[in-house]
């Protein structure tokens, strides 16, 4: 079955750090990752979202990262503030099957 | 713009019963989805319409199906209801072009309680 294993399940961050969160998937048809931001009863928001034909995608404080022949794509948050507290999904899709395949959940607490 | 809605939020409902959960698409989206989000668990697709059709499915039992009406909003119906089934369950909707950039905007969800 395609997976996508996310990790680390729960993430500290002091005000001011980087939060990093890893996705890696198997199927290598996936041709789009996205990140979902969700926040305590509220559904998931598209947060920034990568195609594999770049290796870098940055959006204000965050960035993909993405590493094509490793399979893995990476979240990273800079500058981390405490109302980037929430929980974080990857995800991915391939062209043609409109089901998105999401990660576990990383959830983030940054502290004050 | 107004986002996906869904009702309602929350639901309490006893083993055996059925329940119906409902949805309304972002204005000018096509596409539906529904996702089950259980406790510790990542989202698990369950359903896809595009156009009043369900296009794809994802591994739920039969008792889990839904539809898709000519305004493009949706319901999801689940049938004799099981412990397990207590989760979020949510909507998304996209343009339905196709593409996998076609990008899914979820609602809020609605909260299912099996007792």
């Known amino acids: 079955q395609q997976q996508v294993k996310q990790s680390p399940q729960s993430l500290i961050v002091q005000k001011g750090g980087i939060s990093i969160i890893n996705c890696a998937y198997e199927n290598t048809a996936f041709d789009y990752f996205p990140w979902y931001q969700q926040f305590p009863g509220k559904g998931p928001a598209l947060l920034i979202a990568?195609?594999?034909?770049?290796s870098e995608k940055k959006e204000g404080r965050f960035t993909i990262s993405f590493n094509k022949s490793a399979k893995q794509f990476s979240l990273h948050i800079m500058d981390s503030q405490p109302g980037d507290s929430a929980t974080y999904f990857c995800a991915t899709t391939t062209s043609g099957t409109y089901k998105y395949i999401f990660g576990t959940g990383t959830r983030l607490k940054v502290l004050a | 713009e107004a986002g996906v809605t869904q009702s309602p939020t929350h639901l309490i409902k006893t083993r055996g019963q059925q329940v119906t959960l409902r949805c309304s698409p972002i204005?000018?989206?096509?596409?539906v989805y529904w996702y089950q989000q259980a406790l510790g668990l990542g989202l698990q697709f369950l359903l896809w319409y595009d156009e009043g059709e369900e296009r794809n499915r994802g591994n739920f039992p039969p008792r889990f199906s839904g539809r898709q009406f000519p305004n493009y909003s949706s319901e999801l119906n689940v049938n004799a209801l099981e412990l397990e089934d207590s989760a979020l369950y949510l909507c998304a909707s996209s343009l339905g072009t196709g593409s996998s950039t076609d990008t899914q905007y979820f609602g809020p969800g609605t909260r299912l309680t099996v007792l």
């Open positions: 204005s000018g989206h096509t596409s």
């Open positions: 990568i195609r594999p034909d770049v």
